[in-house]
Each structure stands twice: as C-alpha cells, then as structure tokens.
C-alpha cells in the first residue's frame, strides 16, 4: 500500500511545485507595484502633519463635495436605469440592440472625452437659458453630476438589466392578472428581487464617482475640487507629496467604504449580460410609457446629443464643415502650446497600450488560470478567496492615487522607473489585472472538466489539453478582456498626469492641454482628438462584440 501512496504523493507535488513557481509572477507583480508604493503612501501621509490636513477648511471642502456628488450622480443614475432596464431586459421593440449598444457606449468612453464632450456641449447653454434652465446650466457642479450620470448610466442599465433578465417573469405577469398595476409589481415584487443588484452597482457607481478625476478638473473650471484634484493640486503644483499622501488616504479610506456597502448589502459583483435573444419578452405597449418616455429622453437629450455635437463640432471652423482641426493634429497647437504633436503623443498612447495589454494579459491571465486551479482543488477556500482578494484590490484604488505612489516610490533606487516611459505602462498594466482576471476567470471555471479528462485518457498531454482545449474554450473571454484592456489604456488620465512630462505626453495629456488653453484652434483639435478616441472606441467593442456574434454563429 505504501507504493501507491508514495507514488501519488510525488506526483502531487510534482505538480504543485510548478503551480507555486507560477505564482510567484502575478503576486511579485502585485506586491512591487501595488503593496510596495501603498506602503509608501501610507508611511508619508501618517506623518506629522496628517491631522492639520486632514483638518484643513479646503481638504473637507473638497472631502464634501467628493462625497454629496457621488451620492447624488449616484441616486439619478439608478433612478434612470430602472425604467431603461424594465424597457431593455423586459419588453421588446424594433432596434433594441442598436439603442442598446449606443446606450453602452458612454460605460467604455475615457472619462477626459467625457469632459470634453460636456464641455463642449456647455457652450450651448445660452438655448437652456431661454428654455428656463439657465440656472442649473450656468452651475458647473451640476455640469459634473450630468457628465458622471451620463458615465455611469450605461453600467447601471447593464448590471441591472441583466440581474432583471434572470428573473422569472411569470411571477410579475400572474400578480398583474390578479389585479395589480404595475407600478405595484415593481415596487413588491421586481424590486426587491432586484435589491442585490441594485446595492453592488450603486456602490461600484459611487466609487467611480468619488474617484472621479478628468470630468472634476476640467469641467469645474478651477473653480470647484473634489480630494482627486487637490491630490494633484498639492504634487504637481505646491510639490507637497506629504500632503498629496495624506490626501490620497483619505481617498482610499472612501473607497475602502464603497467597497464595504457593496460587500455588505450587494453581491460584490456586477454582471454585465446583453440581451438573450433566445429569451421570449412581451411587446412594449401603452401601458409601459411610463417607463419609455425618461428613457427615450436619456437616450436622446443625455446620451445621442453630447455624442454627435462632439463630432459636429471636430468639423467645423469659423462656422464653416472642414477637416482642418484634423489636420491641425499634425502640428502643436496655436502658439506652439504643447510639447509634441497630437501625432506623437498618440503613438506614445499606442504603444503604452501595446505594453500594458501584453503585460496585464500575461500576468491576469496567469493568475485567472491558478485562481480556478486552486478553487477546485484547495482543502481551504479561504486561500482562494485571500489570493482573490490580494490581487483586485488595486481595483478599488483611484489612477490618481496609483500615479502618486509610483511618484514616490519609483523616483530613487533600488528601481528608479521614474524618469522612463515604462512607469506608466506598469500603472496601467496594474489597474487592468482585476479586470482581466474578473472577465477570464468564470470562463475558466466553467470548463467541463470531463473534457479535459478525457483528452488525459486519450493520451494528450497538459500542453496539449491547455492549448487546444482550454484556450480554445476561453479565447472569447480573452478578446473582450484585451478589448477593455485597451479602452483602460487608452484613456487613462489621473496616472498620465502625474508621471509624464515632455515628449512623453499621451492622448489624454495633450486633451487637457488642448482643453484648458484658449484659442478656437486649440479647442477645435481637441474636438477632432476627442472624436478619433470616441471612434477608437466605439471600435473595440464592436470588435468584441462581433467576435461574439461569430462564436454564436458557431455554436448554433
């Protein structure tokens, strides 16, 4: 007896031992890039002048105002999403996966051509004037509530759409036969079965709020500051990284708070299903009008029009249609004003995404693989769900943040990546790991594990079984975790802001130069390189979502 068992416990621990080799990249990724600089932050802003800060009449100014907008772009964005979902995930109508699809846009938009598209779209508010709005349109706080309600909209629609769609409808339909309105079903019976939905989005919406930083900086004119601004305020303008510390924990101890509502009253996590067409929903008839009008008016006046007076406005000069501001991306800007071309600055976008896709791909997909590796086998869950945790926590720590410990932490020995190009890559590379790990990990877990056995008996080795099984059965997952990669990359601003200076400028940098600078032919190149992002894109979910028409195509 004691030949077997020896043999079998060889066997396991031959395997392990390469399990644990491979562990070690994903979690030397995380504890270099993410506990490393944390710790730093922390170790600065617990100096001694934390409590006067943190004390300041401009910190809990700034800490008010980060909160009250956050909860109340929070509240209308819920509020909006529950008709558009009960329309969407419920009825049926012609060109329901066209105003879909354009309604998930805004979710996968950089937050600065968020900026910019409302920006833009406030030049106009002389027509709101007239119409009695003036008020509301001349107050740049409510033009940040209206940018991060159109921001977040799309995300709140989809996880509480898809949470609605599993839901079975004959229970709505038999209360109604029984003499219910519907107002009453939703209230009784839709909504509270919706209730664990609602609480994990409402809580991820308000964590993106509070670390809100493009849409704060440019459209509250300087004049309005959330704690993510005065954390750039104190780095870049008064070079004082304690208080910058100080105020980046206090951000996180908000985040932290997020996090908590959603573990506690939610499920921590938001499924983001489209539309089963498989599914058979009644027609949308007169009775549902309560619902259509606020989401046809979302979709329209919220949604539709900031989008196209965005790209109207990227061809037009002097009042007259022209591809000039297009072709003004070759050069600086009026007067000379930026550093490289708008050119130059997207291929050092490009490649920043190049590196931080091929980074995060690698090491999330390394750590999805052996997340559902340990989760079947592991004696002890509580080791799976402690290495999950370890490495989504970034996730919950703002770009702003991520870009200040680096700042501190990577500018002397012994890793002095300050002064490279490669330091934002790594942020970004950083913030894209939960993300990727999040999307591959159920597809991983989902395989049919009587398949791979199979292959084992029929002789195929692990390479094998991995890389025509496996890999196969999860590269959808793979192309839409690559796909979001990019749009993370892309757009990313709060770290950008503060590690790249010079010709090391990205799209979202030479924007806000672009933005913030007077000057018709400054404002118009930013139009035309905010409409080449938009594009961009609206491209690569068409290109995820295409792969997964094709996928459906063949499994049919």
């Given at each position: 007896?004691?030949?077997?068992?020896v043999?079998?416990?060889?066997?396991t621990n031959?395997l392990?031992?390469?399990?644990v080799?491979?562990?070690?990249?994903p979690?030397?990724?995380?504890?270099?890039?993410?506990?490393?600089?944390?710790?730093?932050?922390?170790?600065?802003?617990?100096?001694?002048?934390m409590?006067?800060?943190?004390?300041?009449?401009?910190?809990l100014?700034?800490?008010?105002?980060t909160v009250?907008?956050?909860?109340?772009?929070?509240?209308?964005?819920?509020a909006?999403?529950?008709?558009?979902?009960?329309i969407?995930?419920?009825?049926?109508?012609a060109?329901?996966k066209?105003?879909?699809?354009l309604l998930t846009?805004?979710?996968?938009?950089?937050?600065?051509?968020?900026?910019i598209?409302?920006?833009?779209?406030r030049?106009?508010?002389?027509?709101y004037?007239?119409?009695?709005?003036?008020?509301?349109?001349?107050?740049?706080?409510?033009?940040?509530?209206?940018?991060?309600?159109?921001?977040?909209?799309?995300?709140?629609?989809?996880a509480i759409g898809?949470?609605?769609?599993?839901?079975?409808?004959?229970?709505?339909?038999a209360?109604?036969?029984?003499?219910?309105?519907?107002?009453?079903?939703?209230?009784?019976?839709s909504?509270?079965?919706l209730?664990?939905?609602?609480?994990s989005?409402?809580?991820?919406?308000?964590?993106?709020?509070?670390?809100?930083f493009?849409?704060?900086l440019?459209?509250?004119?300087?004049l309005?500051?959330?704690?993510?601004?005065?954390?750039?305020?104190?780095a870049?303008q008064?070079?004082d990284?304690e208080?910058?510390a100080?105020?980046?924990?206090?951000?996180?101890?908000?985040?932290?708070?997020?996090f908590l509502?959603?573990t506690?009253?939610g499920s921590?996590?938001?499924?983001?299903?489209?539309?089963?067409?498989?599914?058979?929903?009644?027609?949308?008839?007169?009775?549902?009008?309560?619902?259509?009008?606020?989401?046809?008016?979302?979709?329209?006046?919220?949604?539709?029009?900031?989008?196209?007076?965005?790209?109207?406005?990227?061809f037009?000069?002097?009042?007259?249609v022209?591809?000039?501001?297009?072709?003004?991306?070759?050069?600086?800007?009026?007067?000379q004003?930026?550093?490289?071309?708008?050119v130059?600055a997207?291929?050092?976008s490009?490649?920043?995404?190049?590196v931080?896709?091929?980074?995060?791909?690698?090491i999330?997909?390394?750590?999805?693989?052996?997340?559902s590796?340990?989760?079947?086998?592991a004696?002890s869950?509580?080791?799976?769900?402690?290495?999950?945790?370890?490495?989504?926590?970034?996730?919950g720590?703002?770009?702003?943040?991520?870009?200040?410990?680096?700042?501190?932490?990577f500018s002397?020995?012994?890793?002095?990546l300050?002064?490279?190009?490669?330091?934002?890559?790594?942020?970004?590379?950083?913030?894209?790991?939960?993300?990727i790990?999040?999307?591959?990990?159920p597809?991983?877990i989902g395989?049919?594990r009587q398949?791979l056995?199979?292959?084992?008996?029929?002789?195929?080795?692990?390479?094998?079984?991995?890389?025509?099984?496996?890999?196969?059965?999860?590269?959808?997952?793979?192309?839409?975790?690559?796909?979001?990669?990019?749009i993370?990359?892309l757009?990313?601003?709060?770290?950008?802001?503060l590690?790249?200076?010079?010709?090391q400028?990205?799209?979202?940098?030479?924007?806000y130069?672009?933005?913030?600078?007077?000057?018709?032919?400054?404002?118009?190149?930013?139009?035309?390189?905010?409409?080449?992002?938009?594009l961009?894109s609206?491209?690569?979910?068409a290109?995820?979502?295409?792969k997964?028409?094709?996928?459906?195509?063949?499994a049919?």
């Amino acid at each position: 007896m004691a030949g077997p068992v020896v043999r079998n416990l060889w066997l396991t621990n031959r395997l392990r031992l390469p399990r644990v080799a491979l562990w070690a990249v994903p979690l030397c990724f995380v504890a270099v890039f993410f506990y490393w600089p944390a710790v730093r932050l922390v170790s600065l802003g617990t100096g001694g002048e934390m409590w006067s800060v943190l004390a300041e009449p401009k910190t809990l100014a700034a800490a008010w105002f980060t909160v009250w907008q956050a909860a109340l772009s929070t509240a209308i964005s819920i509020a909006l999403a529950i008709p558009a979902a009960l329309i969407f995930y419920r009825r049926s109508f012609a060109g329901q996966k066209f105003w879909l699809a354009l309604l998930t846009l805004p979710m996968v938009l950089p937050s600065i051509v968020v900026a910019i598209m409302f920006a833009s779209h406030r030049e106009f508010h002389q027509v709101y004037q007239q119409l009695g709005f003036g008020w509301f349109y001349e107050n740049p706080h409510y033009w940040i509530v209206a940018a991060h309600i159109f921001f977040n909209f799309s995300l709140a629609l989809r996880a509480i759409g898809s949470a609605w769609s599993s839901v079975e409808q004959d229970i709505e339909n038999a209360a109604e036969l029984d003499g219910a309105g519907r107002f009453r079903v939703l209230l009784q019976i839709s909504l509270p079965q919706l209730r664990t939905a609602i609480f994990s989005v409402a809580a991820l919406v308000f964590l993106y709020c509070t670390t809100s930083f493009g849409i704060v900086l440019v459209l509250g004119d300087g004049l309005v500051h959330s704690i993510e601004t005065e954390i750039a305020t104190a780095a870049l303008q008064f070079l004082d990284l304690e208080k910058a510390a100080t105020l980046a924990l206090l951000q996180t101890v908000i985040s932290l708070i997020a996090f908590l509502v959603s573990t506690r009253f939610g499920s921590g996590q938001v499924s983001l299903e489209s539309i089963d067409a498989d599914q058979q929903r009644p027609k949308i008839t007169s009775r549902d009008w309560a619902a259509t009008w606020p989401t046809a008016i979302v979709a329209i006046a919220l949604i539709l029009v900031p989008m196209l007076g965005l790209v109207g406005r990227a061809f037009l000069v002097d009042g007259s249609v022209s591809l000039q501001n297009f072709i003004n991306l070759l050069g600086r800007g009026e007067r000379q004003l930026l550093n490289i071309s708008v050119v130059a600055a997207a291929g050092n976008s490009l490649r920043n995404l190049l590196v931080a896709t091929m980074l995060a791909l690698i090491i999330g997909f390394i750590a999805a693989y052996l997340l559902s590796r340990t989760g079947r086998e592991a004696d002890s869950p509580w080791l799976t769900r402690s290495l999950d945790f370890a490495l989504l926590l970034p996730v919950g720590v703002s770009a702003v943040v991520l870009g200040l410990g680096y700042l501190v932490t990577f500018s002397t020995p012994p890793i002095a990546l300050r002064s490279s190009w490669l330091v934002l890559p790594l942020v970004q590379a950083l913030m894209a790991v939960p993300l990727i790990i999040r999307v591959v990990y159920p597809a991983l877990i989902g395989i049919d594990r009587q398949q791979l056995e199979s292959a084992e008996l029929d002789g195929a080795s692990a390479w094998l079984r991995f890389s025509l099984i496996e890999l196969g059965i999860v590269r959808q997952a793979v192309i839409t975790a690559v796909a979001f990669t990019m749009i993370v990359s892309l757009g990313e601003f709060g770290a950008a802001t503060l590690l790249t200076f010079g010709d090391q400028a990205t799209l979202p940098t030479v924007l806000y130069q672009l933005i913030s600078r007077p000057g018709g032919q400054n404002f118009g190149m930013a139009m035309a390189t905010a409409s080449l992002i938009l594009l961009v894109s609206f491209s690569l979910i068409a290109l995820a979502a295409r792969k997964q028409s094709w996928r459906r195509s063949g499994a049919s």
